[in-house]
């Protein structure tokens, strides 16, 4: 395994997602039994180019604990799969309705709506087996199942997509948004670290200092996003902007101002630094993702 310290975020990012993109082509290969249509659709939206964040943080938050990240490979696929099928199914009509996803049409868009429904269920599906098949020994796949299972379920990112449907009509304060993204966003950034060093058999005070990061690190990417959805440009996004401020939507500039959302940003990643600082060099990829988001301009 190349040393933490010796190639910069940018090279190991470029890196990594290559990795990253070269398991995902071979994971949804499929049989003869699935239909073409299927596999072009799934494909059309996992494969879209996209900055791959929760996969980087499953291999990061491995490689922190002292482990190889091709190891933990699986975790960080099945991560993604489950992502992009929450994508897919958010850009529906009967929830947020765009038409365009990754600087490209969304699946619904591309296909129809139906089908686009089903490579989310494929995805949901597959990302379960991966982990089942590939991970081992069989006790530790089994407790990353369930990990991601409860982190994407009906009290994790699932609940959080129903709250903030919900929130595009009904008025809240900053707790109540929050406890949205917390769920809808942030769940996937902890598991995402979670899984990485349950991958590494990771020590108890590890994991719960990766799942701090993770949580504080979600929380600033959504405050980030709000604020790109007001300021950013669409084509550096790859969706359409302004959409939130146009639906009343319940957001962190609209709660707070953009000055004071950049600065719960920058605060909330501060304190996430703190978090792995007791990894030492082998959390340097880490920081430097945690910068990242915070400063990001897509």
């Not at 081992?136 to 990112?157: I, K, N, T, Y």
């Not at 302004?242 to 940003?265: C, M, N, Q, V, Y």
Request: glycine share 8%; net charge negative.
């Amino acid at each position: 395994m190349v040393e933490i310290s010796a190639i910069t975020f940018e090279t190991y990012a470029a890196e990594a997602r290559a990795e990253i993109e070269g398991a995902l082509i071979r994971w949804t290969e499929f049989d003869a039994d699935c239909p073409g249509k299927l596999r072009e659709a799934i494909r059309h939206s996992l494969l879209a180019p996209c900055k791959r964040l929760r996969p980087l943080l499953v291999l990061m938050s491995a490689e922190a604990c002292g482990y190889d990240r091709v190891r933990a490979m699986p975790a960080a696929c099945a991560v993604e799969m489950i992502h992009t099928y929450s994508l897919i199914h958010d850009d529906l009509p009967a929830m947020d309705d765009d038409d365009l996803r990754r600087g490209q049409p969304t699946c619904h868009a591309q296909f129809d709506e139906a089908t686009a429904i089903l490579a989310g269920d494929a995805l949901l599906t597959r990302a379960f087996e991966i982990m089942a098949k590939e991970i081992s020994p069989p006790d530790v796949a089994a407790r990353c199942c369930v990990e991601l299972a409860s982190a994407a379920g009906a009290s994790g990112m699932v609940a959080g997509q129903v709250e903030d449907l919900a929130g595009e009509t009904e008025n809240g304060g900053l707790d109540a948004l929050e406890a949205i993204h917390r769920r809808k966003t942030g769940a996937m950034f902890r598991v995402s670290l979670r899984l990485g060093a349950i991958v590494a058999q990771a020590d108890s005070e590890q994991l719960d200092r990766l799942d701090s990061y993770g949580e504080k690190l979600g929380l600033a990417f959504q405050i980030v996003d709000d604020l790109l959805d007001v300021h950013g440009s669409e084509t550096a996004m790859g969706k359409r902007t302004g959409k939130d401020s146009e639906r009343g939507k319940l957001t962190f500039p609209r709660l707070l101002g953009l000055e004071a959302s950049k600065f719960r940003a920058r605060q909330l990643i501060d304190d996430a630094l703190a978090e792995v600082n007791e990894f030492g060099p082998a959390a340097a990829h880490l920081e430097s993702l945690a910068r990242y988001v915070v400063d990001r301009n897509h």
